[in-house]
């Protein structure tokens, strides 16, 4: 007679390899004797704190030499103690029950309650949909905000970044989108925020209406790196389940420069070489491992919307610029439209979305393009105007722009706690351009 076990008793069963920690430096717990691969969780100390395996080092006569970093502090982790492989990757549970929670970097939940039963555990890591097997990007996903409905349209599906400094109004541009959304779930990851903001953002921007549809993933400033590193995975994760039931869902993101930083810490305390600004060869690879999961797949769809922190407002340091080349469009934020007090402060004219020809007709296509160009037309021939050296009638277009222009940026405009339909910001802008949409 043959006797089956379930795989939980045969796991339990296994014999426990203990290797040693053998130093602790910065960030990095250096550990002997256990056999792990690369992301695997290995457990700590006599409190077992999870660490994840970074880098392995070269093999000593005590055996493997692994450079773990924890999932927790590493306050009171000393030489000596011991250290135990799990054998498994990081897992997170998912499933429909987890709409209305708010959860950690690791999936734990942090709103006083504890998980639902039934949630499925899976890796936290996954591969990106079959490019020939994704769904197409051809219907439009209105977001409540009326430059963007019109002039940087967002598709379901879509993978696009709102790009700008500090202080010019991403983490507002993207809770108005919150509220704005048409989309039915909502999954929302916060990376190095600000604590005092997490709860702001929960009861002022999406406010128990809106949680009740989302999933929120917050890490904030003060969590260990690797948690700061894992949570962007984790609400990724959960987005793939719900998505590949069939739901379309939006991934808001705020932010991916976060992501990167706390990328470089971990590179960097593994022995990574610094490249670019400092930032480790890791970074470059790890956005585009990210980045891929998010968008159309064999079912349902993930239309990601990312924050990008632009450094020293030049946009073409090296995070924003490699997130631009992997995204299907950006949003683009200028301090002088903030400073000038325009909210959303968007500068349309260097915004472009790469599916607006998909997701909008040819009448609207030419509506958004008649703007565009009138808008074009008034900035360049904005110093010529300020002085007073333009001379009415020498252009019809500057002409048109300048009569237009209070129109269109009362147009542009709009109320930080406003939602405009897509069919209202339509209507809109033909009734500004006396058109048709």
């Not at 409190?47 to 924890?70: F, K, Q, Y």
């Not at 009326?146 to 349209?153: H, S």
């Not at 109004?169 to 108005?176: E, T």
């Not at 030419?366 to 010529?384: I, P, S, Y």
Request: aromatic share 2%.
């Amino acid at each position: 007679m043959t006797t089956v076990f379930a795989p939980d008793v045969l796991a339990a069963a296994r014999p426990r390899a203990t290797g040693l920690v053998t130093g602790v430096v910065g960030l990095v717990v250096d550990v002997v004797g256990v056999e792990a691969a690369v992301g695997e969780v290995v457990m700590l100390g006599p409190d077992e704190i999870p660490a994840e395996v970074v880098a392995v080092r070269p093999a000593t006569a005590e055996g493997s030499r692994l450079a773990c970093m924890p999932l927790g502090s590493t306050n009171g982790i000393r030489a000596g103690h011991p250290a135990r492989g799990t054998g498994s990757a990081l897992t997170v549970g998912v499933g429909e029950a987890l709409r209305g929670r708010v959860l950690d970097g690791l999936g734990s939940p942090i709103d006083g309650r504890p998980l639902p039963a039934g949630l499925e555990r899976v890796p936290v890591e996954a591969d990106a949909p079959h490019p020939l097997l994704r769904g197409r990007v051809n219907v439009p996903l209105s977001v409540g905000v009326r430059a963007l409905d019109t002039l940087v349209p967002v598709g379901r599906g879509q993978r696009i970044g709102i790009f700008a400094g500090s202080g010019v109004g991403k983490s507002s541009l993207l809770s108005m989108i919150t509220r704005g959304t048409e989309a039915a779930v909502t999954v929302v990851c916060l990376v190095g925020e600000r604590g005092r903001e997490v709860r702001e953002f929960l009861e002022n921007d999406l406010g128990p209406e809106g949680l009740a549809r989302a999933v929120v993933v917050v890490a904030t400033s003060d969590a260990p790196p690797m948690v700061r590193l894992r949570a962007p995975f984790v609400a990724t994760r959960i987005a793939e389940h719900l998505r590949d039931s069939g739901q379309d869902v939006l991934l808001l993101m705020d932010s991916l420069t976060r992501l990167a930083y706390a990328q470089r810490e971990v590179g960097l305390s593994a022995g990574e070489p610094p490249a670019t600004r400092g930032y480790p060869p890791s970074v470059f690879a790890l956005l585009p491992r990210l980045l891929e999961r998010a968008g159309p797949g064999e079912t349902g769809s993930i239309t990601g919307i990312y924050t990008v922190l632009v450094d020293g407002d030049d946009h073409n340091e090296p995070v924003s610029d490699a997130a631009r080349s992997i995204l299907d469009g950006h949003i683009t934020l200028t301090r002088r439209l903030a400073t000038a007090g325009q909210f959303p402060s968007i500068d349309v004219l260097e915004s472009v979305s790469r599916v607006s020809g998909a997701v909008t007709t040819p009448e609207q296509r030419a509506l958004a393009t008649e703007l565009r160009r009138l808008m074009a037309a008034h900035r360049d021939a904005r110093d010529l105007i300020e002085i007073g050296a333009y001379v009415a009638g020498t252009n019809p277009v500057v002409d048109r722009a300048r009569e237009l222009a209070p129109a269109i940026d009362a147009f542009l405009r709009q109320d930080l706690h406003g939602r405009t339909t897509a069919a209202e910001a339509w209507a809109g802008l033909a009734a500004l351009l006396g058109g048709a949409a």
